[in-house]
């Protein structure tokens, strides 16, 4: 069976907008479009996309905390909407990270509460709790309240708390979001450890190098939609005879903006790094480009100090898509 099919979801929201003080009017955002996945039983499955594509509301229709506004999923086998308590119970769910704690009790008490919000018999919570406290190695902080956590306690404790019904599927939204590198890569350690164990695993991310390193198969989802699925290196290779080039330096508009009217330019994305700019192209024929790349953006004002021709990243094939990177803020 697969654990989670989703066809054709499409979810709008709709929301008041404020014009002047006594106007308003309505306004939709189309956050999903028609979204069709599968997921197979026992991989960890990366939802890859910028800040806005979608990727939370995705997850809040698939764990049944929103209605999608059309489109079917079944999850574990129940069908989205007809069957949602079943569902529930067989999800382990990290959304929100640390919002979803209650900040007045202690990290165990957290854990045993939402164990009986699953209808575990109490004895049952509490060796749930006791187990998930000493996995996490949580044990010291466990009787504390969770207001006197740092951010990455609160976080391990958000991560502890999609354990607690021991479901087959856990999905987590962002779950490194706020964490600092070394306690971002302790819980990626454990998603693999989960996953080695037999759990599903559904990752939503916007940094890259998260997808790449620690999932099976990956969607990229941009403004609502998915735009490419499939293992990463099916990904890159979907790129083709695409080949990458970036270079940094400083860089006037005006030049980035005559590299793209060259015929071997196919997508080109400009980000900035610590004054700098640095122009990633996809391109078909790097060799041809190359010289042709170096005049117009001198003769442009261009000061480089960098060009290095790349292996192909998951982000270059969202640029290659989109033209633009996933740092950039989509929401709407
Ligand atoms: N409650 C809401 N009402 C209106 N628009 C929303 C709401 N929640 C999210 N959105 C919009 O829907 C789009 C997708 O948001 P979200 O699912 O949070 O994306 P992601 O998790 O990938 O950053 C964005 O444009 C966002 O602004
Ligand atoms: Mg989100």
């Known amino acids: 069976m697969q654990p989670v099919i989703v066809q054709n979801l499409s979810k709008i929201y709709h929301s008041k907008q404020r014009q002047g003080l006594f106007k308003s009017s309505r306004r939709e955002v189309h956050a999903l479009k028609n979204v ?36 079917r999923a079944w999850i574990n086998g129940y069908e989205l909407t007809k069957e949602d308590d079943a569902i529930r ?40 709790a006791n187990e998930i406290i000493e996995r996490l190695n949580l044990g010291e902080i466990a009787d504390r309240t969770v207001e006197t956590y740092s951010s990455g306690q609160k976080m391990k404790l958000a991560f502890g708390k999609a354990l607690i019904n021991d479901a087959p599927l856990l999905i987590l939204d962002e779950p490194t979001n706020t964490l600092d590198v070394p306690s971002a890569r302790e819980l990626r350690a454990m998603v693999r450890e989960l996953n080695q164990e037999g759990k599903t695993v559904i990752y939503t991310t916007h940094i890259m190098a998260e997808a790449e390193t620690l999932c099976d198969r990956v969607a990229i989802i941009d403004k609502g939609r998915v735009i490419a699925s499939g293992t990463v290196a099916e990904l890159k290779e979907s790129l083709g005879q695409e080949t990458v080039i970036r270079l940094e330096g400083v860089i006037p508009q005006q030049a980035s903006e005559a590299v793209r009217e060259l015929s071997g330019v196919s997508q080109l994305a400009v980000t900035a790094v610590n004054g700098h700019n640095l122009l990633t192209i996809v391109t078909p024929n790097q060799q041809h480009l190359l010289p042709q790349l170096i005049h117009t953006l001198t003769t442009h004002g261009a000061i480089l100090r960098n060009i290095t021709p790349q292996e192909v990243t998951l982000e270059d094939v969202f640029i290659a898509h989109t033209g633009r990177t996933l740092a950039e803020d989509t929401r709407e």
Do not use: D, Q
Request: positive net charge; proline residues 5%.
């Open 36 to 71: 069709s996945l599968e997921i197979r039983e026992g991989e960890i499955f990366g939802l890859l996309g910028p800040n806005g594509a979608g990727k939370t509301t995705l997850i809040k229709c698939l764990t049944t905390l929103l209605l999608p506004t059309s489109g």
């Open 89 to 128: 119970a067989t999800v382990g769910c990290m959304l929100m990270g640390e919002r979803g704690l209650y900040w007045k009790l202690t990290g165990r008490e957290n854990l045993v509460f939402f164990g009986a919000l699953y209808h575990l018999p109490p004895a049952e919570r509490k060796r749930r």
